[in-house]
């Protein structure tokens, strides 16, 4: 079976109208019929404004051990369900839905008895108008049975996830009423001759769901959250500088927590005999680029940098002086010289302090007065020094002594400082010292109270960050019982911990959103759901615009503002220039990023290595297409190289492209080979372009699921 996701004139009219009244209402005919595994559920989706509400029914069998019975022992059985959900909607090319969603009905027991249903939980999902397709996942994770032996009001953990076709909304109700369960392939599915109309086993509701109608559900399991919904990513190189930007030992880009501009250190400029070190910002979307500060260097190193959070002041350190330069390009001037050890600053939100971390004694230039190890504040006119934390009360803290104590260096290109957006609390790491002490990650307040340490690593820790409300800290550790550099959030509090991957990158930042419920972790490029629901790939394997020295599924120096949606890079342009990319996720405005519509793709490859399926996409745009592929990822963090990996897309009449230079590109050899692992698979469409002054734009359309099995 093929499945496709059409793109109607009805969909795209209502894409590009704003919703403002009953003409941009739109109905959704929620249908899933999996008849290989028994289920099917259909119903309704109404997005009315910012309303959105619903209701589906449907018959859904468990899986083995869902249930237990009283004393011991598990059952099997099936779930007649209905589901009831109401909520809001936030417009967007790929719009949004959350809200609270009632389950009710009954579970009938194999061989026999039945047992009532209930739950009260939440639901989620995307919506894309102009892709023509909608998702919706709902979830209670404490629902419960009571009847049939079963033990009193027992609890399990329930999902579903519908894909949904939309429908324009008439007076009256909806164009098709969601009456009953779709016997064939629902709308916007191609089928070809002889194949089966029903969707590969398992191809549903296992952890990531669909964007479609014929996938689907099953009950329990770990749910993927809202990341395994489809998404759509734009990436805009925003610069074409001529001159050298510097990403080296923990120097590089940094966006501001508004998403409103970039800071940058570069190095002095060739023709400038006394090499000065040089800071300057841009604007995201590639305007308002200047210098703002350039200083003779007082030593080696080039200048460390960070930006407010509202963009307007920029911070920089060679590690012996601070400056502060207001990005309008105003004002640049030092506040505070040592000679030497300074590390990490991190500005305030509005630019009127400058934290650093102070990694050795060290004399105040000009002054008999030193500055101890610790981390310290100074005001932007340079008065008003103060420690806020010293050695001997992080020891105190943490339980040993002060000579046990590491420096406040990351040592790896990671940040050992960062700041929550309404300037309160501070999160710093202190380094592992010699083979036998660890490293440990510490929270305090601005203000120098509340200092406690939140972590410990073995093996030290990386890098560090704080979501923007302060609440949840974000690092990256080496752990002595695994390998591999880990991911982990903590609450600021101390608990609440959780791993997210072994696979870390030590270098770059760690970047939390305003209410820490995202993160990303240095240089992996991977946007994590803090709570383990989800995670997405930020970058795309095998093109120009997110791969790049660090590796196919890493992104050099990645930095996210506090929404979560917006993130830049460094990448190399044909010069071997440095340049920077910023990726949208889910933006309201598509700009000049190509447009995909109309994608085809199999329900399910076999991972024979042999088995060869046709995909195929329509591209829109008026630019020099350099390339168009189609990749495969978990439903999860990782792309799978096993599966169609970055296959190439073509519309020149050969490669299996039956029809050259009608904007439909076709891949005619995606298969999986004979190590894929069964299961579903997350498909991402790729499609980048240049302009004459060759800078590039892509778009990424992530749809689920492809199903890999059986041989």
């Known amino acids: 079976m093929m499945r496709r996701l059409r793109t109607s004139a009805s969909a795209l009219m209502l894409a590009a109208t704003a919703m403002s009244g009953r003409a941009q209402d739109v109905s959704f005919d929620a249908t899933v019929k999996m ?95 102009e892709l023509g397709m909608a998702e919706v996942r709902a979830e209670w994770p404490q629902a419960s049975f009571q009847g049939a032996g079963l033990a009193p009001a027992q609890p399990f953990a329930f999902s579903v996830v519908f894909g949904c076709v939309p429908q324009p909304f008439r007076e009256g109700g909806p164009t098709k009423p969601g009456t009953g369960v779709q016997e064939g392939p629902g709308p916007g599915v191609t089928t070809k001759p002889g194949a089966d109309p029903t969707t590969s086993p398992g191809g549903a509701g296992t952890p990531g769901g669909t964007t479609k109608p014929g996938t689907g559900t099953t009950p329990a399991g770990p749910s993927s959250g809202s990341a395994a919904a489809a998404h759509l990513l734009t990436y805009t190189e925003i610069s074409r ?20 501009r970039v800071g940058i250190s570069f190095a002095p400029d060739k023709a400038d005999t006394e090499k000065k070190q040089r800071a300057g910002v841009i604007g995201t979307d590639g305007s308002g680029f200047r210098f703002v500060d350039a200083t003779a260097p007082l030593t080696y190193s080039a200048l460390f940098v960070d930006i407010s959070a509202d963009g307007k002041w920029l911070a920089s350190t060679d590690s012996r002086q601070i400056r502060l330069a207001g990005t309008d390009g105003g004002g640049a001037r030092r506040i505070f010289q040592v000679d030497g050890g300074i590390d990490s600053i991190r500005v305030s939100p509005d630019g009127g302090l400058v934290y650093f971390g102070q990694a050795a004694k060290s004399r105040i230039t000009d002054t008999p007065q030193s500055v101890e190890w610790g981390i310290w504040c100074v005001r932007a006119d340079g008065r008003g020094l103060r420690q806020v934390v010293n050695q001997a009360d992080a020891a105190r803290v943490i339980g040993v002594t002060p000579d046990k104590l590491g420096t406040l260096y990351s040592g790896s290109r990671g940040r050992a400082l960062d700041i929550s957006n309404d300037g309160k609390r501070l999160v710093f790491l202190i380094a592992k010292r010699g083979m036998s002490n660890p490293g440990y990650a510490m929270v305090v307040n601005s ?62 930042m760690v970047c939390l959103t305003q209410d820490g419920s995202r993160v990303v972790f240095g240089n992996e490029a991977v946007l994590y759901w803090t709570d383990g629901s989800g995670a997405l790939p930020i970058s795309t394997p095998a093109d120009s615009l997110t791969g790049g020295r660090l590796g196919p599924e890493a992104l050099m120096h990645l930095t996210m503002d506090s929404s979560g949606r917006a993130f830049t890079w460094v990448v190399w342009d044909s010069r071997s220039r440095y340049q920077i990319v910023r990726v949208d996720l889910d933006p309201a405005d598509l700009g000049e990023a190509p447009r995909i519509s109309d994608m085809v793709f ?110």
């Open 35 to 129: 008849a290989k595994g028994g289920a099917s559920v259909s119903g309704t989706l109404k997005v009315a404004g910012q309303t959105a509400s619903g209701s589906v029914e449907g018959v859904v069998p468990s899986r083995p051990g869902t249930p237990a019975r009283q004393g011991g022992g598990a059952v099997t059985g099936v779930f007649r369900i209905k589901i009831e959900y109401s909520g809001t909607y936030t417009d967007a090319p790929i719009g949004k839905l959350e809200g609270a969603a009632t389950l009710s009905g009954t579970f009938e027991v194999q061989g026999g008895g039945s047992a009532v249903v209930t739950g009260e939980g939440r639901f989620t999902g995307s919506v894309s108008r």
């Open 241 to 260: 500088f001529d001159d050298l930007v510097v990403v080296d030992n923990g120097i590089y880009p940094v966006i501001s927590k508004d998403g409103s």
């Open 602 to 711: 199999p329900a399910s490859v076999p991972p024979d290595g042999r088995t060869n399926a046709t995909v195929s996409a329509r591209l829109t745009t008026s630019k020099p297409i350099v390339r168009c592929l189609v990749t495969t990822c978990y439903l999860g963090a990782r792309f799978d190289y096993t599966v169609g990996h970055a296959t190439g897309l073509f519309d020149n009449g050969k490669e299996g492209d039956p029809s050259p230079g009608d904007n439909v590109f076709v891949a005619s050899q995606f298969r999986a080979s004979t190590s894929s692992q069964p299961g579903p698979r997350a498909l991402r469409f790729w499609a980048e372009t240049t302009d004459a002054e060759d800078r590039r734009r892509a778009i990424a359309v992530q749809v689920g699921s492809i199903f890999v099995g059986p041989k």
């Open 447 to 508: 203000d120098g109270s509340g200092l406690r340490r939140v972590f410990t690593a073995s093996n030290g820790v990386a890098s560090v960050g704080i979501s923007g409300d302060g609440g949840t800290v974000g690092l990256v550790a080496l752990l002595s019982e695994a390998p591999g550099y880990y991911g982990i959030t903590v609450r600021a509090d101390g608990s609440g911990e959780r791993r997210f991957t072994s696979k870390g990158w030590a270098g770059g």
